[in-house]
Every structure is written in structure tokens, then in C-alpha cells.
């Protein structure tokens, strides 16, 4: 299987994206990883390293999307950037299964909607990043910013396709899957809340479990809960926020006394545990659920190991037979183009 | 002054209501407390207790609101419940400038909605609660729920409400209004954040700062944040639940280990003092901005000294002159009935 590695974009890069690309060539032994960007740049990054080079390739690609860029306009006029050149790749060559980025997620989104593909029935594919729960587990949230706007169709296909995904890649059994609300009752939250809450119930190939309150995300009691890409993005970003924020905190307030830095000496141990059970990166990126190909959007300050996760999820999704399943499912539904 | 206090409805009432009622007085000296109620049940609670009876009233009110309760019917049906008396007390005379609840929070948006009036000119009310920043500040967010779908214009009045808000009951200087979106640029997000955006830059009345995005609510860079009551409601228990799913984390670790526990042992007036700063009850309720009479929706879990604070949040809003002003900014910007 031959992945395309966007090595342009992201904080970190192309150091990271390299690295993590060979990271993941441990993970699969039929992985080749195609590597997009300045290709004096990245040989650069490559020298030294060890890797088969039958299993590496570099696509040339001298320019890059900064995160600032109107997104329509930098897939439109930036043809030759790394993220562009990785999906035309994808969508004009099957010797291609996936890719995965760290850059612009405007952009990402806009080249994927624009030149990829969807499964057949999708109206508009959706992010599904995870997130680590308290007692141990996942939850997925689908979708956290590909729609800002949705009817209670996209909803009931984004609870399908979450659904899938939890099932197929992290083998999730008959995923919990919550509808986010602004309370638990059915007639909670406005009319599309309102009729997705009943489509959902009438769906049985997803095991629906309600309304869920953004206060439960990381119980432990869900496995994927859905919601409009903006309230989806709120969702997300508290959460990782707020963690960092009581972190940084914490930190703070150690080293304001002795006696608290000899007892987070003690702790260091646990301390290091949370921050490692925190950290994003270790959780890999955003799928793109829907697309005809895979498309994974890793954070922008993604590092080696958070790349490399990527790679995984990437790779997968493409081995899982998913969207087959997909496809399936979702023309049981009569849907309407909104 | 004279502010109504609803004592049933909530986790810990009446108890909890009636001690958070008498703690208020030591507040203010020329404060009354009218508590709404079981007449009984009231007596019982403030049987040998100190404190003067010329200030405490109580009206009798046998039935209580559930928060289970569909709000339209319990509003229409349960007119002798703590909540609707007080209410209807409020609307009915002059005698009587606030109230303070802790019931179901539905019930009370659509009592206050149907039965207070507005502030002249106001669309809709919305909820402001306060959170506390990593900075030692508090950060206010507005609308939490009254409005689950709202337009560019209820956007700008929550923006001029809540500002106000900061300024005459918090006393701060020119708060720094953000608005909530899922990414920094004017262009993010649907055609009502964009519309808002440019509608809060042409409002000079209000220092608008630009878009937040949700992992920076509690930075300390903003000192209100303006969303639909969707995405302000997860915002604010996405907030809550992840600090509280964290605490109770590092509270399991610690007790994990015994060199944890020395640790922490070493460590406890900290911890204490981090629990302290992100309890909630430390920051009183949610002030319903726009009626014409104050409303305060305290935390279903209110403890008493969080009935107190919310006390001192609707007699200094009373007291402000705030809402003669609000009147007459709002009157500024022609608005439409949409």
C-alpha cells in the first residue's frame, strides 16, 4: 500500500512528517510511504537515516499553503504545494490508497470536497478526531469542522460513518453513539436536533444511545457522539484547551513553594503519565470520513509519533473494507441534497 | 431591595436556597429575601437559625417544578410552584426588583421569556454565566442556552448586553468582547458568525476584539465571549466536565501509590486550593441579560454560599443603573423581529 505524506504545513514540519513517515514503514511491511514537498528539503531530512529506500519516494513539490491562505484560493492557485500535488496524486492513481496532512485544514478540506471522490451516498464527508477518555478508553467526534452547517441527514450519515470507523479501525464493538445536545431529554436543543434524535433512533444498524451533554464527553459512556462541525469544533477545542490550561496551571503553582516542588517530586512519575494521557498527539489525527480515498488530517503542531499515528489510522481505514459496509448502509436511506 | 429566592428545584434545596438567602443579608444592608415555597417546609429550615425576621419573608407555594418537566406545561400548570410565584411575583409589583433560582433551567428561560418583560429594544434575553481564567480573572460567555439558534443581530445585542454586564457588575474596564467561531479570521465559520463579525466591528459602543477560538477561553485574553446558546452551552460544560473528569483522574492516580499519596500529602493545600478555584459554586450563576427584572439562574448543584453569590449578582445588576443603558445603546441599532 503506497501513502502520500503532505511534508509541508504543519508547526513542525517536514521534520516531523518525515520521521513519522519512517516510523510507520515499522508498522505495515507492505507500506511505501510517497513523500510530497521541496525534494532538496526533503533529502535533506532523509540523509542519515535509516530506511529501505525501495519503501520511500519523494514527489517534488516546491510550494507550500500556509495556514493563513484563503483556502478556495490556495487549492485553486497553489497547484505545485505539497498538499495539492498529495491530492491530485490521490485522486488520479490508484497506485495511491490515502494521504495524510498536518497543514491547512481549510485548504485539506476544500482540495478533498473539490478532488476527491465520496462513497457513493454521502452528501458531505466529516471529520472524526479521538480523544482519550477517563477511564482508560476512546471516543470519537464526528464532526468537528468539515460543516459548519448541517441538516439532520448529514447527521444521521455522520453517526453512520463514525460508527463504522470506531467499529472497523479501533474494533469498537456496536459503538455507543450519542447525538450532542444541550440536554438528555429527546425534544432538547433545535428542529435538526430534534428530527436527528428520531432519525437516529430509526436507524438499527447504529446503536444510538441518546442525547449526550458536552460535560460527559470523556465519561467513558460513549464511543462517538455526533454534532454539527461548529459545535463539534467547540467541543474538541475546550476540551484539549482546558486540559492544557489546568496543565500549564498546575505547573504554576509547583513551583510556587518548596514544599509542592518536593511533592511533585514524588509525583513525577504520575505527573509525566497525565501529561502523556493528555497529549493529543499520542491519539493521531482527524479522519476525513466519506471520501472515496482516505484523508487524515493531523494536528498542526503535529510531531514524529503523531504522524506516525496517522499513517496508522490511514492505512487502517483502507485495509478495513469499511467503505464498502458504508456504501451499503447508506443506500438503505433515501437522503436529499439540502 | 427585595429579591425573590425560589427555594425548591434544585439538588440541595431548600436548604441550601434558604442558608445561601440569609448569608446574602450580611451582603447588604438594606436587603430583604422573599423566600417562595412550601411555607412548612421553609419554617422548618430557618427554625434556629439567627437572623433578623423583618428581613425574611416567605410566600407560600406547595408545588415544585421537576427538571424532568416539560417547560411550556410546567409554566402553564404549575402556577403555585415556588418557581412560577416567584415569578409572577416579580412581574406583578414593584415591591420586588430580582430573582434567584436553581430549578429546571427550561422552565425558568420560558417563565422569565413569557411572563418578565424585555429591556426596551432587546431581541432575546441570554444567560451570561462567568468562568474563572488561569489568570486569577473570570471570563463571561453569552448566550449558554436561552437561544439555541439565533442571528447576527441577537449576536450583537448579547455582545452589548454582556459587556455591560462586565462593566457595571464586574467593573471591568472596557471588556474585551471575542465571538465565538472555529478559527481567528473574519471569513471563519457560517454566514451568521461572518455577518456578527462585521456587525460587532461597526459597534463602537463595545470593545470587540475578534473571533475566539474555544481552546482560549480561559487565557485571560478575553473578558466576554458571545456564541449561540448551542455552542456557548457546550462551551461552558465541555469546560466544567473536563476540569471536573481531570481532578477526579489525578484524585484515582494519586491513590494509586503510596509514594503518590506522600506526594500529594506534601501537596494538599494546593490541591485544595485548585479545586477551590475551579468550583463552580465560586462563581455564582447565570444572569439572564435583557429582562426588565433581573433574573439568576444559580447550578442545579448550588450550595449555599453559590445562592449567596448569585444574591450579590442580582442586587449589584439591580443597583447599576445598567439597564438604562443597555436600553439606550440598543436603541442606537435598528434591529429586525426575525
Known amino acids: 500500500m503506497k501513502i502520500l505524506i503532505d511534508c509541508f504545513g504543519g508547526d513542525r514540519s517536514p521534520l516531523a512528517n518525515v520521521e513519522g513517515a519512517l516510523l510507520a514503514l515499522q508498522d505495515f511491511a507492505d507500506l511505501t510511504v510517497v513523500l510530497t514537498g521541496d525534494e532538496a528539503v526533503l533529502k535533506t531530512c532523509l540523509q542519515g537515516r535509516k530506511y529501505d529506500p525501495a519503501r520511500v519516494e519523494i514527489v517534488h513539490a516546491p510550494e507550500v499553503i500556509g495556514c493563513d491562505e484563503k483556502p478556495i484560493d490556495a487549492v485553486r492557485l497553489k497547484k505545485e504545494s505539497s498538499m495539492i500535488k498529495a491530492i491530485r496524486l490521490l485522486r488520479d492513481s490508484d497506485d495511491y490508497s490515502a494521504m495524510v496532512s498536518t497543514g491547512s485544514t481549510g485548504a485539506l478540506v476544500a482540495a478533498a470536497l473539490t478532488r476527491i471522490g465520496r462513497v457513493k451516498g454521502v452528501i458531505r464527508p466529516a471529520f472524526c478526531p479521538i480523544l482519550p477518555t477517563m477511564n482508560g478508553g476512546i471516543v470519537g467526534i464526528c464532526d468537528t469542522g468539515a460543516n459548519v452547517e448541517v441538516t439532520e441527514e448529514h447527521l444521521r450519515q455522520f453517526a453512520i460513518m463514525s460508527s463504522l470507523y470506531m467499529e472497523y479501525v479501533f474494533k469498537v464493538e456496536k459503538p455507543r453513539i450519542a447525538l450532542l445536545n444541550v440536554g438528555k431529554e429527546a425534544e432538547k436543543g433545535d428542529e435538526i436536533r430534534q428530527k436527528a434524535y428520531r432519525m437516529l433512533q430509526e436507524t438499527p444498524e447504529i446503536n444510538f444511545v441518546g442525547n449526550m451533554e458536552s460535560r460527559d464527553l470523556l465519561s467513558g459512556n460513549y464511543d462517538v457522539v455526533v454534532a454539527d462541525g461548529f459545535s463539534g469544533n467547540v467541543l474538541v477545542k475546550t476540551t484539549e484547551g482546558t486540559a492544557l ?27 509525566k503519565e497525565e501529561k502523556e494521557f493528555m497529549n493529543y498527539q499520542n491519539y493521531g489525527g482527524s479522519v476525513l470520513l466519506g471520501t472515496s480515498k482516505t484523508v487524515v488530517k493531523g494536528h498542526g503542531s503535529s510531531n514524529a509519533s503523531s504522524v506516525r499515528k496517522c499513517v496508522w489510522q490511514a492505512y487502517n481505514l483502507e485495509q478495513s473494507g469499511m467503505q464498502e459496509r458504508m456504501e451499503e448502509i447508506i443506500a438503505k436511506y433515501e437522503h436529499y441534497e439540502y
Chains 1, 2 share one sequence.
Not at 509547583?254 to 518536593?262: C, H, N, Q, V
Open 245 to 271: 490550561e489546568l496543565l500549564k496551571k498546575l505547573k504554576k503553582d509547583i513551583y510556587s513553594r518548596t514544599i509542592y516542588k518536593i511533592g511533585a517530586a514524588l509525583m513525577s512519575r504520575m505527573f
